[in-house]
């Protein structure tokens, strides 16, 4: 079976800090993703990458970075962490297919 | 822009009796997805529809898609308190990435 894990299941965080949320798949796939999930918005892509040091941005990558130095790890980084970037955190990990398995999610609170 | 919709959007169900929920899209695309998700959970891929007329059955739960129409059927077969959650459609984009685009979701919601 893939697997999909996340460093944290909940995490809390001052507001400036710098927040890093990783993200380990298992299945030697291309392409990784970021999503935040808020309650009426739905999935909301950050950033996805399709190759080791690759990157793109996606839908509302403004206030987070990513980094993907080896193939199986995608980090999501906060530079400077906001109350506004309250939420869960998906990561993902896609099959040839483009099917997308997803990690158990990071509930992170900004204070 | 690629848009996903579906609905209802919340579908209070009874115990026992047939549901559809529908999953509309923009453009064309034949690759669509479903998953589930629990209450405070992740989400858990259900089915993979790689073709116009691909049909896929689980359980109680079956999936259709029709690229022509541009649309994706869940029906659900004499529901269960068990099949309460979150379902997503999600469609393949085939941009470069190969971002899926999700639907905002339809939570159901099963009483007896």
């Known amino acids: 079976d893939v697997k999909v894990t996340q460093s944290s299941r909940y995490l809390v965080k001052r507001t400036g800090e710098k927040v890093f949320l990783e993200c380990v798949q298992d299945?030697?796939?291309?392409?990784m993703f970021w999503y935040r999930q808020d309650p009426g918005l739905g999935l909301r892509l950050i950033y996805f990458?399709?190759?080791?040091?690759?990157?793109e941005k996606g839908d509302i990558p403004e206030g987070y970075s990513v980094s993907r130095e080896k193939k199986e790890r995608f980090s999501l980084i906060l530079e400077s962490a906001s109350t506004n970037q309250t939420s869960m955190y998906l990561c993902?990990?896609?099959?040839?297919?483009?099917?997308?398995?997803f990690g158990p999610g990071t509930r992170l609170t900004v204070l | 822009e690629l848009k996903v919709e579906q609905n209802p959007l919340f579908l209070s169900m009874q115990e026992e009796k047939n549901y559809t929920i529908y999953c509309n899209y923009s453009?064309?695309?034949?690759?669509l997805y479903w998953y589930r998700q629990d209450p405070g959970k992740s989400l858990e891929s259900l089915f993979v529809?790689?073709?116009?007329?691909a049909v896929k059955q689980e359980g109680r739960l079956m999936a259709s898609l029709d690229t022509k129409a541009r649309l994706s059927t869940l029906h659900i077969t004499a529901a269960v308190h068990d099949l309460s959650a979150t379902y997503f459609c999600?469609?393949?984009?085939?941009?470069?990435?190969?971002?899926?685009?999700f639907g905002k979701g339809t939570t159901l919601s099963v009483s007896s």
């Open positions: 993902a990990s896609s099959s040839v297919y483009n099917e997308q398995f």
């Open positions: 299945m030697d796939h291309e392409n």
């Open positions: 990458s399709y190759d080791v040091k690759m990157k």
């Open positions: 453009t064309t695309s034949d690759r």
């Open positions: 529809l790689l073709s116009n007329g």
């Open positions: 999600a469609v393949d984009t085939y941009q470069a990435g190969t971002a899926l685009i």
